[in-house]
């Protein structure tokens, strides 16, 4: 059963359609990250599947039940991409107020709220008011109140958003940390290099739609892209290889080629292998997740994207 899953989800605001059908499925222990322009429907899809927001059409479940339901609700954490925090509190007063609100005793707050401080790197300024904080210790908070529950399900909607690469860093730990002990979270991004280090399965949401959706390792290898390297002078053998490629480049100690199938592939190997060169290594070429999202974002929906 999905932790998570939506089927067919539409979503009217009153003159833009920010959902269109979006069916999604995350399972126990995964990260999932959500990527997409803005405006593309992030927010919308976690204010829906917290029971934030409400759907126009379509079906959302969260731990099995239906969104809306408290007993799921109760255990999911949430990071709102623009939160606030009253600004009068420390984020050890904060915490305690979010930790009994979600009703933690008194004698679980006094363990937990040292222990979330210190681990999303607080701990210096524990004591201050929050209006002396800086935005990256504001969200460095706003992780800590999503987890201060320890809730099986988060939701973080831009986590990262103004941390520094140390501190990014550190939420990165946090995830990973929380994944190894079962915890399911969805992840809102734009920073895709950082989505690309943590996620187990990623989707991209364009204009209401889902247009892409896969594991990291198979969205980044580029289909029919390899690099072959060789032992010998491949230089006087490139008109040749031309004609058995779709693209050809030179590369450190030997070539990539884009390639019309695996049987394109071997001819070309051969042919290299025929004139007494030996292959010394092939590799898959592989993307950032950057070069992924922007080639499916600048492809016509519905267009076939590899
Ligand atoms: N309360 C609202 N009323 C009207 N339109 C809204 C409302 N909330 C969102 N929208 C519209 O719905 C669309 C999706 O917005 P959403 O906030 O889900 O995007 P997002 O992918 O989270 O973007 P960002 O990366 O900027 O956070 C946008 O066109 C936005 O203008
Ligand atoms: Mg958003």
Redesign the pocket.
């Known amino acids: 059963m999905p932790v998570i899953e939506t089927r067919g989800l539409v979503?009217h605001?009153?003159?833009?359609q920010?959902?269109k059908g979006v069916s999604v499925a995350v399972e126990a222990g995964e990260i999932y990250g959500l990527l997409?322009?803005?405006?593309?429907?992030?927010?919308?899809?976690?204010?829906i599947l917290l029971g934030i927001?409400h759907r126009t059409a379509g079906e959302a479940f969260l731990l099995g039940r239906p969104v809306g339901d408290p007993a799921a609700r109760a255990r999911v954490g949430f990071l709102p991409?623009d939160h606030r925090f009253p600004d009068y509190h420390t984020a050890e007063s904060a915490l305690d107020f979010y930790a009994s609100l979600s009703g933690m005793s008194r004698r679980d707050r006094r363990a937990r709220i040292p222990e979330m401080i210190e681990r999303v790197g607080l701990k210096e300024a524990a004591r201050r008011k929050i209006r002396t904080y800086s935005k990256g210790m504001k969200q460095r908070l706003g992780l800590g109140q999503a987890m201060i529950h320890d809730p099986d399900v988060l939701f973080l909607?831009?986590p990262t958003d103004g941390v520094d690469p140390v501190g990014r860093k550190q939420i990165r730990d946090v995830l990973v940390d929380l994944k190894s002990r079962g915890k399911t979270i969805f992840l809102?991004s734009?920073l895709l290099s950082e989505v690309e280090l943590v996620s187990d399965r990623v989707a991209i949401?364009e204009l209401?739609l889902l247009r892409r959706e896969g594991d990291v390792p198979s969205m980044t290898t580029a289909k029919d892209v390899y690099e072959l390297r060789f032992d010998g002078r491949i230089d006087p053998l490139l008109p040749e290889i031309q004609k058995r490629v779709r693209g050809l480049r030179r590369i450190d100690q030997g070539i990539e080629v884009d390639v019309d199938g695996r049987d394109a592939l071997n001819g070309v190997i051969d042919f290299v292998r025929d004139r007494g060169i030996g292959l010394v290594g092939l590799t898959p070429k592989k993307q950032t997740l950057e070069d992924v999202f922007l080639q499916t974002i600048d492809s016509p929906p519905g267009a076939p994207t590899s």
């Open positions: 979503k605001y009153r003159n833009v920010a959902l997409g322009r803005n405006g593309a429907g992030k927010t919308t899809m976690v204010k927001a991409e909607d831009e809102n734009h949401l209401g």
